[in-house]
């Protein structure tokens, strides 16, 4: 079964870290550009970082700028994405996927379905 498996998430106070990875079961994720989204309660799924299949460019959302950052290994198949100075606006399940680079959209149709997810509770 082909699937994508985000781990790492948990609870962490304000000012905390956290870094989570993702796995992809079944496909490669070597040739993807790949993205990091999150969703909190009652919002949408958004974007807040991604990166090339190669890892030379990376790019982040405003509101993450500076204290996330987005890597890759692809002799392990996985990518992270390393969470510093944690604010309570960052609680959401977060989800990775591959993407269209330029648009930021997801490209499931290799997994058909998002992972699970992993949730993160940063605590005030």
């Known amino acids: 079964q082909v699937q994508l498996v985000e781990s790492g998430g948990g609870l962490v106070q304000a000012g905390g870290s956290l870094r989570l990875s993702c796995a992809a079961s079944?496909?490669?994720?070597?040739?993807?550009?790949m993205g990091w989204f999150r969703q909190a309660p009652g919002n949408e799924r958004e974007l807040v970082a991604r990166?090339?299949?190669?890892?030379?460019?990376?790019n982040y959302a405003d509101s993450v700028k500076g204290r996330f950052t987005i890597s890759r290994s692809n002799a392990k198949n996985m990518v992270y994405l390393l969470m510093n100075s944690l604010k309570p606006e960052d609680t959401a399940v977060y989800y990775c996927?591959?993407?269209?680079?330029?648009?930021?959209?997801?490209?499931?149709?290799?997994?058909?379905?998002w992972g699970q997810g992993t949730q993160v509770t940063v605590s005030s």
């Open positions: 996927a591959p993407i269209d680079y330029g648009l930021g959209n997801p490209y499931l149709a290799d997994f058909g379905s």
């Open positions: 990166i090339t299949w190669s890892g030379r460019s990376t």
């Open positions: 079944g496909r490669t994720l070597s040739n993807s550009n």
